[in-house]
């Protein structure tokens, strides 16, 4: 054992790489991957440290380009679910008595790999896989989690050090934190590949072991995190990855005693389905769960009359068009001021005529494609309802193509009904609507903004009077876990904007965070008495 008090250096956000034409990291990407596209790959979950390479194959494609196969991944069945809580379990006593600054150097050494050799076969994962740009995945797959695990070692450390005070004389108090009794299931979205990384991540830091159940697209990255933690040397069973459906891994998971959490991104849905089935088996866990969601938005930008246009208009093509609006912090409905109107339009419409759609092998190509054809269908749905709508016109896009690959170009709804279904329902793709009102009607707009969507995910406003700012901000108070002022609702760094959301948004747990690791530790207090009395009576009975 060491006799000494380990130290993290406050973390710096990992640089994120610009990609410029000519420029080395533009290179080694390209490389990367026309090295991927060249070979299919054998997609195997990982259960105990073992590839498993068995069950129901299913080919993977990019979505911009469906003819290519990338690789095969094996559905699992229960008997994946049944091994894979059976390893974590098994590896729990191992993993949770090492010191902690050896559980937090497997991730910051992984943060380290991350950012070097693996910066560009991460990348070239997501950006095959999900179809995402390379500018959008070097934030996502490298940036945002290589500080993922280098602040939540911080964020631990920080915590550990947390005790109590020593009072009276004689005694010796002490916290120590615990992991969980059991193991952890998380389940993540295929939109980032950090929070499919973070989600197991984090709860494993802590001392837990997970299960993990990825979302389907976004597999052809997971395998890359998982050989990045093997690399990093996390030690069998500590981290499962499995592909069993959804609904086969809850029937098992969640009637296990042993269940001690759930770390989720995702759909609102399917989260309240899930809450309601570990409710049913309450009974039956050593312990109370653990339940940590993040899931959809329906997330507004307000302009008021004193906002600058071609800065709400920037924000508006960035927020609500960025990987294809496929983030749950997209802008998805906006409000402005009828004075600023033509002059936003006018810059939003000559900006979307730039706006460049195809292949992510195409650097020039500001968009790109939506994950799978079921999205794909969905989001085209939202457009022809809009096209029927006398309510509502349509002013850009509202085309969609899927021969060669799920494109939709970003389409900008324009509405006269602020309560009409794509201003109040999640789309999650490239649809922005946008209602007028009248400049006079500021406050009331704040009300209708708060009050349109069950969601409180993000939001911003751009205004230039500081008392606007703070009427702005007090109106929508719990409209929105992440507020933005003057700039777009997307974007959360690691560190310096925690992110989460209320109402039908998630728990705000604010990953992260420190707020989120608390999630996954269970606190003991130790009192030490160095002088135990030797006579029961007090001093007042005398």
């Not at 910051?108 to 390379?134: H, V, Y």
């Not at 993990?212 to 030690?235: D, H, R």
């Not at 402005?336 to 759609?357: C, G, Y």
């Not at 060669?404 to 649809?431: A, D």
């Amino acid at each position: 054992m060491s006799d000494a008090i380990f130290n993290i250096a406050i973390p710096q956000n990992e640089p994120v790489l610009a990609y410029a034409p000519g420029s080395p990291e533009r290179e080694e990407l390209q490389r990367a991957l026309e090295a991927a596209k060249s070979e299919v790959r054998e997609l195997p979950a990982f259960i105990n440290g073992e590839r498993v390479l068995e069950g129901e194959k299913v080919s993977v494609h990019p979505p911009h380009e469906r003819k290519h196969t990338l690789g095969h991944f094996y559905r699992g069945t229960d008997e994946h679910v049944h091994r894979a809580i059976e390893a974590a379990l098994s590896a729990k006593s191992g993993w949770e008595s090492l010191p902690w600054q050896q559980r937090a150097a497997v991730f910051l050494r992984a943060a380290d790999l991350l950012a070097g050799p693996f910066r560009a076969r991460m990348n070239a994962a997501t950006m095959l896989g999900q179809s995402k740009n390379a500018y959008q995945s070097e934030i996502d797959a490298v940036a945002e989690l290589c500080d993922f695990f280098r602040f939540n070692a911080y964020f631990l450390q920080e915590i550990y050090r947390e005790q109590p005070l020593h009072s009276p004389a004689g005694t010796w108090n002490r916290l120590e934190y615990r992991a969980l009794e059991g193991f952890v299931l998380a389940i993540t979205p295929f939109n980032f590949t950090s929070i499919a990384a973070n989600l197991p991540a984090a709860p494993a830091l802590c001392g837990n072991t997970v299960v993990w159940k990825p979302a389907e697209t976004q597999i052809y990255s997971a395998v890359v995190i998982m050989e990045l933690f093997e690399a990093a040397g996390l030690p069998k069973g500590v981290i499962n990855l499995i592909y069993t459906d959804g609904p086969q891994v809850g029937d098992i998971v969640f009637k296990h005693p042993d269940f001690a959490g759930l770390h989720f991104t995702g759909s609102t849905g399917v989260f309240q389905q899930l809450w309601k089935e570990i409710g049913n088996n309450i009974a039956n866990y050593r312990s109370y769960p653990r339940i940590v969601g993040e899931t959809g938005g329906k997330d507004f930008v307000v302009a008021h009359p004193s906002a600058r246009a071609e800065e709400v208009a920037v924000a508006l093509l960035r927020g609500a068009f960025e990987f294809q609006g496929q983030k749950c912090s997209a802008a998805s409905r906006a409000y402005l001021p009828a004075s600023l109107w033509p002059a936003i339009k006018e810059r939003l419409l000559q900006d979307l005529e730039t706006v460049k759609m195809g292949t992510v092998e195409d650097f020039g190509n500001f968009v790109n494609a939506v994950i799978d054809e079921r999205a794909f269908d969905r989001i085209a749905g939202y457009i022809d309802g809009a096209r029927d709508n006398d309510a509502v016109e349509i002013i850009a896009g509202g085309d969609y193509d899927k021969s060669e690959g799920y494109f939709i170009p970003p389409t900008v709804l324009l509405t006269t009904n602020p309560r009409s279904t794509t201003m109040v329902e999640e789309i999650f793709g490239p649809v922005l609507t946008i209602y007028v009102y009248e400049d006079d009607q500021w406050e009331e707009t704040l009300k209708l903004v708060d009050t349109t969507s069950p969601y409180a995910l993000t939001g911003a406003i751009f205004a230039t009077g500081r008392d606007v700012i703070e009427s702005a901000s007090k109106a929508l108070r719990n409209a929105a876990g992440n507020f933005y002022v003057n700039d777009k609702p997307t974007g959360a760094v690691v560190g310096q904007q925690p992110f989460g959301g209320a109402r039908a948004s998630g728990t705000n747990d604010k990953a992260g965070s420190a707020l989120n690791l608390h999630r996954w530790i269970s606190p003991r207090l130790i009192k030490e008495n160095f002088v135990p009395p030797v006579d029961y009576r007090y001093p007042f009975l005398g």
